[in-house]
């Protein structure tokens, strides 16, 4: 239960701690305005809004049929993602292959099954399943033009997506890490396995319904609805037909380098055949956003939210227990 708050401000910022409790424990959360944490704001928010800029302020939708597709490349949700960020307002996309392969974090590669191949392959397969229209003849490196068929786009998303910023695919599509052995580590499966577990993490809307613009309504929706999502790292590597180990190393990036999540894993527990059975592990996201503005950031938001998910997972995992010492340093990448 929350209770007890209170804050902690520096005059020269404003920046303020907020600390709450929850089932008996001191949790502190961090803040960037003066806002109460537990009181509604303006009557009818949780959270205050702040105005992103630039590439923060713009979002693609990624439609959930094409995040988990397994017959198309790992590269789907990339390659998907430039087609729609380079979308027209007449909904027109002039392209060639290398600037697609390049814009992904790839080299070009003409050669047969080579990187432009692959890509073509991916382009190929979201026309036929009705994305999109070729308006010129396909080519592996001459100058492309498609149509994107926002109707059909529109429909899709329908049945599921994943909200994600431009700032955070330039992030992704920057990212460099050196001596990578693992060949399915590349930029695209990072942003493929972002968009999944952004898709997958529940949040819960800024507005509240009349009956929850209390304090104590808030709390009971947060308790009820946390802004987190459980499930064991082979279900979602099987899903995405990805390497648990592979995958592993991507939630490490997303988490401890690109800083985009936040997760916790379970202590492992013993079954009655005395066998050691691994508990789901809880992903968040590292800040919250709505639209055109940000809601709150910071890792105590995220712990938070991740707490609350555990008691739910109580319900269902008798001895669930989050693990800290599995966390990891962010700068030094040790266990802490």
Sequence with gaps: MYGGQ?????????????VIKLNKEVIKIGVNNRQDYSAPVDGKYEYNKTPLNEL?????????SVITDIELDTRRVGVFSYLRVHCGLNNIINFTIPDVVEWCGGK???RANGSNDKTLSVIDVLSSGGY??????????????????????SDECSNGYAVVYLDEIDKIMNYQKENIKDGSLNNTTILLVFAYLRNKIRRRPNELKPEERTSDGIQKRRERIPDAYGSNILDIANELRISSKTLSKIID??????ELIV????????????????LPTIFAN????????????????????????AQIMKQYYKDYRIDKRKRKSKKKGSEC
């Design 6 to 18: 209170s804050q902690k401000c520096n005059k020269h910022r404003t920046k303020c701690t907020v």
């Design 263 to 278: 997760t916790d894993r379970a202590y492992r527990v013993k079954t009655e055949n005395d066998e050691f059975r691994t």
């Design 56 to 64: 923060e302020s713009k979002y693609i939708y990624i439609p959930l």
């Design 253 to 258: 990036i997303l988490e401890y380098e690109l």
């Design 108 to 110: 070009p590669d003409r």
């Design 132 to 153: 999109l229209t070729y308006l010129t003849e396909k080519s592996k490196s001459s100058f492309m033009k498609c149509k994107f068929d926002s109707a059909y786009y």
């Design 286 to 309: 590292a800040y919250k956003r709505d639209d055109r503005y940000l809601l709150i950031t910071g890792e105590d938001y995220s712990r938070t939210e991740i707490e609350l998910k």
